[in-house]
Nanobody, 119 residues
Framework: QLQLVESGGGLVQPGGSLTLSCVVS????????ISWFRQSPGQLREGVAC????????YYADSVKGRFTISRDNAKNTASLQMTNLKTEDTGVYYC????????????WGQGTQVTVSS
């Protein structure tokens, strides 16, 4: 059973940066796709980034392209989401997720970490 724990959320001003971390345990991350989702107040949960493998393709939602970078370290069983030039609309709970087959309907979820972008 794969378990994911996020950390690194917090309060940041618009234009600032924040890096979220995800520690994976229970199984090796090697064969899993890692994704980050977010749920903003009053909105549905949306996928923002996905890394298929360590050196494989990455995918991003249009709203975060050029500002967010997903990375993963299979040797350490970790993943991260580097967020720059943050906007107020980036506020939400961010979730790390994993799946064997795809990016956007993951089987395993973390508990989420709150990111608030506000002046």
């Amino acid at each position: 059973q794969l378990q994911l724990v996020e950390s690194g959320g917090g309060l940041v001003q618009p234009g600032g940066s924040l890096t979220l971390s995800c520690v994976v345990s229970g199984l090796s991350l090697d064969n899993y796709r890692i994704s980050w989702f977010r749920q903003s107040p009053g909105q549905l949960r949306e996928g923002v980034a996905c890394a298929v493998s360590t050196y494989g393709p990455t995918y991003y939602a249009d709203s975060v392209k050029g500002r967010f970078t997903i990375s993963r370290d299979n040797a350490k069983n970790t993943a991260s989401l580097q967020m720059t030039n943050l906007k107020t609309e980036d506020t939400g709970v961010y979730y790390c997720a994993a799946d064997l087959d795809g990016c956007w309907s993951p089987s395993y979820w973390g508990q989420g970490t709150q990111v608030t972008v506000s002046s």
